[in-house]
């Protein structure tokens, strides 16, 4: 089973940076995909960035691109999220999640239910 424990949240003026971490652990085989989804009060939650274990490929949901850029440290185990020009409708609880191999192995996921390993949350919150 896939650990995965964000960080980095936290509350910051329209305009500002935030960069969310996120470290995995436990088996995380090179077909592994690392997602980052969000989730807003009374919303569902939604899919924001993608990046595959190995290989440079990357995909974003289109309200986030440009804005947000998804990366990871193989060294380290970690994923990162570089959020710019934050706006307040970016405010939700961020989560870290992760496809391997014991889930559906769809092409791109973007749906929540394709990734089996999720993180525990960290609140942004974008003031005005």
């Known amino acids: 089973q896939v650990r995965l424990v964000e960080s980095g949240g936290g509350l910051v003026q329209a305009g500002g940076s935030l960069r969310l971490s996120c470290a995995a652990s436990?088996?995380?085989?090179?077909?592994?995909?690392m997602g980052w989804f969000r989730q807003a009060p009374g919303k569902e939650r939604e899919f924001v960035a993608a990046?595959?274990?190995?290989?440079?490929?990357?995909y974003y949901a289109d309200s986030v691109k440009g804005q947000f850029t998804i990366s990871r440290d193989n060294a380290k185990n970690t994923v990162y999220l570089q959020m710019n020009s934050l706006k307040p409708e970016d405010t939700a609880v961020y989560y870290c999640?992760?496809?391997?191999?014991?889930?559906?192995?769809?092409?791109?996921?973007?749906?929540?239910?394709?990734?089996?390993?999720w993180g525990q949350g960290t609140q942004v919150t974008v003031s005005s």
């Open positions: 999640a992760a496809r391997t191999e014991g889930d559906p192995q769809v092409f791109a996921p973007r749906r929540a239910k394709d990734f089996g390993s």
């Open positions: 436990g088996p995380i085989f090179s077909s592994a995909v």
């Open positions: 990046i595959k274990w190995s290989g440079r490929s990357t």
